[in-house]
Structure formats: C-alpha cells, structure tokens
C-alpha cells in the first residue's frame, strides 16, 4: 500500500476472516458497518499504526467485525471515509459549517438525520448566507451528527 500501509498483510488477515479463499470473492463479503474517532491511537489491520479515524467492517457471511484505517477501508471498500472524517472535523471546529454531500448520504442512510434533515443539508450546503432559522437548523443537524459519534461510532 505505501506510506505505512501493507496491503498484503490486510489481504492475510481479510482473507483469514472470510468465508472465501480468494481474494476477489472476499472483497465482496465486506461492507461499513460504521465509524468512529479512536480515544487512543490504534493498530489498524494492515499493522499501521497510529489510526485515530477508524472504520468497522463486517463480513457479511461470517459475521466478523473488524476497524481498519480511512486509507484502508477507501482502498479496500472503495468508501470515501476521508471525506466523512473531513466534514466531521470542519464542523467540529465551526457549528456554522454545513457537512459535505457522502456525510450527509452516511448519516441518513444510517437513521442519524431524517429526509427533511438530509434535504435541508443538500439544499443549504453551498449557501453561506443563511438566515437565521436556516442557521439555527444547521446547527441543530451538526449537534445531532456529532453526538451519533461514540467510542464505537454509529450504530
């Protein structure tokens, strides 16, 4: 993998927690089961180490979990956790900042914000005028995000 990251060794430890034996076909058992920001620096799968921003994934079949790193699970899942990670920051750091568009779709998909929320998102996301209701929803959306994010991440 590069720059910390072996991707052979993910592959050993991926392929010895599915049910498949070539890689191919295991790649397709896994998904994101969530995310979360670790309390203390961890090892990620492909022995990296430290990871703060971790990704659990699941086999689908044998029913495994396991964190890996954002680089990983973007170059094994082909999932922008990056990009996640990046908007939770932004709005960590200013409550007045809207969430980026893969943020918004994650945290629908997994029940944090409602439709109307996930709407509200899209259509004030590249607003930097907002009036004062539309502020104090953002806000609200943002507080409700950052509050989903446990030890463990979204469940």
Known sequence: MGDGYNFHHLQGEILARS???????????????????????????CSHFPII????????????????GNVC???????????IFASIKRIR??????IGADAAVLFHERGIINAWEYGFQQNTRAKRNLTG???????????????????????
């Open 19 to 45: 049910r498949a034996t070539d890689w191919e076909t295991a790649e397709r058992e896994w998904c994101l089961l969530s995310i979360s920001e670790a309390d203390e620096p961890e090892t990620c799968l």
């Open 53 to 68: 921003e971790l990704c659990t994934i699941a086999n689908r079949i044998t029913g495994i979990q396991v964190d890996v």
């Open 73 to 83: 699970v973007k170059r094994f899942l082909g999932f922008r956790s990056d990009l």
């Open 93 to 98: 750091n200013d409550m007045t900042r809207s």
């Open 133 to 155: 209701k539309q502020m104090e929803t953002r806000i609200s959306i943002n507080r409700k995000i950052l509050a989903s994010l446990k030890r463990r991440g979204i469940q």
